[in-house]
């Protein structure tokens, strides 16, 4: 029986990378008066480092050499800092929208009883944001765990965040269903047990996505039905519990 649901944030909540962690980025090195730039298809490319500090230092690594070893980590932490003080303000003005059926997708399934969880790779400060400044009041208390890069320092593909998720709501993975948006984050969820739905945007949709559940544009809505990428069809184009629980039986069956 399906019990929960664990969304990933980044890229399968909301849109958040292109026009919100990238500008963030961008603005934290100017303020450090650095002319570092980070665009469109470099910033896809950086993707692959999870992890904004992660990110920052392989970008060092690779692009800043002239940095001296011993300075960089330092160096990482404090861009990431602002970074992140950057992307706040950017989630507070809006900047930052959810994708496309997840506002009705996450309403229906806390209503239907489903536990709701997040297993993502970025702070907590910024899911608090997120969640608080495009879900209904309350919404927050609907997720009964939120597992962060507080409590995995072992970012996606490595299962850990799933673990500690999974660890807290003491449920079994084929209680589960992850919802990822990312090869990383799907190697994640499969690694600690999990079958994953997948919503893919323009950053991952060329992907891996072998041993996921379903490849899908989006969850769609009402007039905007999703397309299906890779498994099988759904009648109505919009992705809802009745059909989560459907998806989850079929895997329970096949690995039966
Ligand atoms: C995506 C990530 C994060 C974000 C930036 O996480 O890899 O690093 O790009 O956020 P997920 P931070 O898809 O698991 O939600 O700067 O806070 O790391
Ligand atoms: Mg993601």
């Known amino acids: 029986m399906l019990r929960a649901l664990i ?3 980044d ?6 990378e292109r026009d919100g962690h990238r500008v963030a980025f961008n603005r934290a090195f100017a303020d450090a008066g650095l002319d570092w730039h980070w665009d ?3 910033y896809g490319e950086l993707l692959r480092v999870t992890g904004g500090r992660e990110r920052i230092l392989h970008f ?11 300075e960089r980590e330092a160096l990482a932490r404090r861009l990431h800092a602002r970074k992140t003080t950057h992307y706040l303000r950017m989630v507070d003005e809006g900047s930052v929208q959810l994708r496309p059926g ?3 997708l996450l309403s229906e399934a806390h209503a239907a009883g489903l536990t709701l969880a997040i297993a993502t790779t970025t702070s907590r400060a910024n899911i608090d944001a997120l969640l608080a400044h495009t879900l209904p009041p309350g919404a927050l208390d609907w997720f009964c765990v939120i597992g962060a890069a ?3 320092p072992c970012k996606k593909p490595d299962p850990q965040v799933y673990e500690f998720v999974l660890g807290q709501l003491d449920l079994a993975p084929h209680e589960c269903l992850a919802i990822e948006d990312s090869a990383a984050g799907l190697q994640a969820a499969t690694a600690a047990g999990l079958r994953t739905v997948v919503t893919v945007n323009d950053y991952t949709r ?6 996921a559940l379903t490849v899908l544009s989006d969850f769609g809505e009402r007039g905007a039905p999703a397309r299906i990428l890779v498994g099988a069809g759904i009648s109505s184009g919009i992705v809802d519990v009745a059909q989560l629980n459907a998806w989850h039986a079929r895997s329970a069956d096949l690995q039966a």
């Not at 890229?11 to 958040?16: E, M, N």
């Not at 690779?62 to 940095?67: E, G, M, R, V």
């Open 206 to 211: 060329d992907q891996d996505f072998s041993g």
């Open 11 to 16: 890229g399968t909540i909301a849109d958040t």
């Open 60 to 70: 060092i690594d690779t692009d800043a050499t002239h940095i001296a070893t011993d």
């Open 40 to 42: 469109v298809p470099r």
């Open 7 to 9: 969304f990933d944030v």
């Open 102 to 104: 997840v506002a009705r």
């Open 150 to 152: 507080e409590d995995a």
